[in-house]
């Protein structure tokens, strides 16, 4: 081999410079293949990049990794890593790598190599290991301290369906033990979290294999606050001067032709419907079918802005392995909007539209959001539909508004989709994850794909400027992500059943049940257990089941007109005058309180 001047490293057990994470993490990815193919020979070695939250390793071989094996392989790597062997960067001939790779068995590796161009390919060797890879690395296995081995999960070679299955082991690694603690204890409170196991455990949701894969069934609790969501989002809108649509969820081919979904979109749509000798398709996005509307009639400059939202159940395909609860799913209800406006109108309308949704974000409880504006390569403008003025006022309305409300952002350049450029606001979660929400994007293409006009003032006709507005993605992707920011103890104002009344003993279920009668007055959610459990038993269950209130009701309660409140994840707060709690709630629930304060 050919050694570059990278090559040579430092010395075992030599002061080494500091990496960044990303190299830290690409090289525990190595180290973890060496494991392999030193425990498992004949394992194929696939791809081990480094990301967001660790690094991973692809590897092909007939048997299953265990979690004996994951155990194993981590015993391993400590081996290697306090055997702090160099790490040696080598540029050689392709066809020499190709020659030592097939020596090696590693057929993968030299599908990859032949993939690359160039006569010279980068190898890195630790020991006896090769692998082809372009780096950086860090110099030695020995830096490789504080890391743990997490799981496994299939992949498929190359991220293609159509490719030979893979084994994926993911880990994790950091610069310092306190850190890969503090990783580990957030992965920990992540999977107690995880809405995948909340849902079901609490009766919000199900997913049935009968039905298919990324169809969610909402349980009565969780269609509860879905429809007091769904409230909500109407009352706000119609307040916020938008109106509220209706659309159809199929339309006929010509439809999806127009709006260019059969051209771009076609993998993502569900196969057609033979409806009367014509093709119909699950409508993949709303905004064909309110561009039907704006165009059912003629438009005046006086008609414009209009503000259109819907809550629209759209059907996409999303291939099995990448399903995911309620984050990625096949059949889902987007909170859509679309805002049809004159040029001179555009800065004033996403300056409201972007005050509008983070007003609405705020209500349930996301406040520290991460903003990023996406807009065009500006070396590669070709890729871009849209006129260059247009293109430039709508990023400069974009920045204008951000600019106005003072609100940080990060430059995306290169992430504009084609059609046009676009704000993403991504809220941060109890848990420091940023989940994407709401997007706000300018459409230069659809107008103009459908013919869209207004008459002017000058009575010649225009092109509409057009905005797409979801705000909180999907209502399945944001349940997902509130079930998991509040780990299933939602705020009083949407929680499913409010309070829960339990009698002591039988006679005191007449007293109850006029409690909770009471509380539907008020406009309260409140339930009664009737079961003939012992009363710890029902306390312990409205605890498990996160009900935000429990009053206990017995003799004494029920002569004086009272209650004994105990507050979820607060204990028992003593006896209470029902009207004085009652009017007390419902001042919390108008308000949108995040917090129980009585």
Known sequence: MNDDKNASAPAAGATAPAVDLDTLRHSAAHLMAHAVLDLFPGTQAGIGPAVETGFYYDFLRPEPFSSDDLAAIEARMRELADRDIPIVRSEIPKAEAVRLFTERGQTLKVELIQEKGGDIVSTYSQEGFL?????????????????????????????????????RIYGAVFPTAAELESHLHLLEEARKRDHRRLGPELDLYSTNEDLGGGLIL?????????????????ERHWAGGYDVLYTPHIGREVIFQ???????????????????????????????????????????????????????????????????????????????????????????????????????????????????????????????????????????????????????????????????????????????????????????????????????????EHQPYMVHRALMGSLERFFGILIEHYNGAFPLWLAPVQMMIVPIAERHGAYAEQLAERCRAAGLRPHVDQRREKL???IRDAETHKVPLLLVVGDKEAAGGTASLRIHGQGDKGAVEVDGLLARLRSLVDTRSLTVSL
């Open 218 to 234: 909402w349980h009565p609790k969780g269609a509860r606050i879905r429809a007091i969501i769904e409230q909500y989002w109407r």
């Open 258 to 460: 127009t709006s260019g979904h059969l051209d771009f979109y076609k993998d993502s749509m569900y196969a057609p419907m033979d409806i009367d000798g014509q093709n119909y398709y699950m409508k993949p996005m709303n905004c064909p079918f309110h561009i039907q509307i704006y165009k059912s009639r003629m438009r005046s400059y006086r008609d414009l802005p209009l503000r259109w939202a819907e809550l629209g159940t759209v059907y996409r395909y999303e291939r099995s392995g990448t399903l995911h609860g309620l984050l990625r799913v096949r059949g889902f209800t987007q909170d859509d909007a679309h805002i049809f406006c004159t040029p001179d109108q555009i800065e004033s309308e996403i300056l409201r539209v972007l005050d509008f949704s983070l007003s609405i974000l705020a209500d349930f409880g996301f406040t520290d959001n991460k903003i990023e504006l996406s807009v065009r390569d500006p070396h590669n403008p070709a890729k871009y539909c849209g006129a260059d003025d247009r293109w430039r006022q709508a990023e400069a309305s974009l920045v204008k508004a951000l600019e106005t409300r003072g609100l940080p952002y990060e430059r995306m350049e290169g992430e504009a989709v084609f059609y046009g450029p676009k704000i993403d606001i991504k809220v941060k979660d109890a848990l420091g994850r940023h989940w994407q929400c709401t997007t706000i994007q300018f459409d230069f293409n659809m107008s103009n794909r459908f013919g869209m006009t207004y008459i002017g003032e000058d009575g010649k």
């Open 536 to 538: 710890a038993y029902k």
């Open 131 to 167: 692998d082809f890879c372009l780096g950086p690395h860090v110099a030695s296995t020995g830096l490789l301290k504080h890391f743990k081995l997490l799981s496994v999960s299939g992949a498929y070679w190359k991220g293609d369906e159509r490719n030979v299955q893979m084994q």
